[in-house]
C-alpha cells in the first residue's frame, strides 16, 4: 500500500517537476523531466521502462567519463562499485517486482528508473 502511495507521489511530482522546468528546455535531462507515465499499468510500465532506458544510456555515458577521469589506482574500485551497484539495483528492483497484484510491475520499473537516474546523477557530478 504504501509503495502505491509513493509511485502515485512520484508521478504528482513529475507533472509538477514537468510544469517547472517546461520554461528551461536547454538542459539535458528537461525532456525526461517532462514526461509523465499515465495510463495503465501496461502503459506505465512501457513509459517508466522508456525513461529508464534513457537514464541507463546516460548512466553508460557517466561512467565512461568517470573512468577516463579517474586516476589509474580509482579506476578498479569504480569498475568494481559499479558491477555491484548495478547487483545491489537489479536485486531491489526484483523485490518490487514480486510484490502483490500489477502495482508491482510499476513499482518495480519505477525502481530502475529511480535508481538508474540517481546513479547516472551521481557518476556525472550532478546534484539533481
Same mark, same amino acid.
Given at each position: 500500500m504504501a509503495m502505491r502511495i509513493?509511485?502515485?507521489? *512520484?508521478? &504528482?511530482?513529475? @507533472? *509538477? &517537476? /514537468?510544469?517547472?522546468?517546461?520554461q528551461d528546455s536547454r538542459r539535458p535531462s528537461a525532456k525526461l523531466q517532462q +514526461? @509523465?507515465?499515465d495510463g495503465g499499468t501496461y502503459d506505465m510500465v512501457r513509459?517508466?521502462? =522508456?525513461?529508464?532506458?534513457?537514464w541507463d544510456a546516460r548512466l553508460n555515458t557517466a561512467?565512461?567519463?568517470a573512468l577516463a577521469a579517474a586516476r589509474p589506482e580509482q579506476r578498479e574500485k569504480?569498475?568494481?562499485?559499479? /558491477?555491484?551497484?548495478v547487483q545491489y539495483r537489479d536485486a531491489n528492483c526484483d523485490y518490487y517486482a514480486f510484490g502483490e497484484g500489477t502495482i508491482a510491475r510499476v513499482e518495480a =520499473? +519505477?525502481?530502475? /528508473?529511480?535508481? @538508474?537516474?540517481?546513479?547516472?546523477? +551521481?557518476?556525472?557530478?550532478?546534484?539533481?
Open positions: 509513493r509511485v502515485v507521489l *512520484i508521478l &504528482v511530482l513529475l @507533472t *509538477i &517537476v /514537468r510544469a517547472a522546468s517546461a +514526461e @509523465t507515465c513509459c517508466l521502462t =522508456a525513461l529508464a532506458d534513457t561512467y565512461r567519463d569504480l569498475r568494481a562499485a559499479q /558491477r555491484l551497484w =520499473a +519505477e525502481c530502475r /528508473r529511480a535508481m @538508474t537516474a540517481s546513479r547516472a546523477r +551521481e557518476l556525472a557530478g550532478d546534484p539533481k
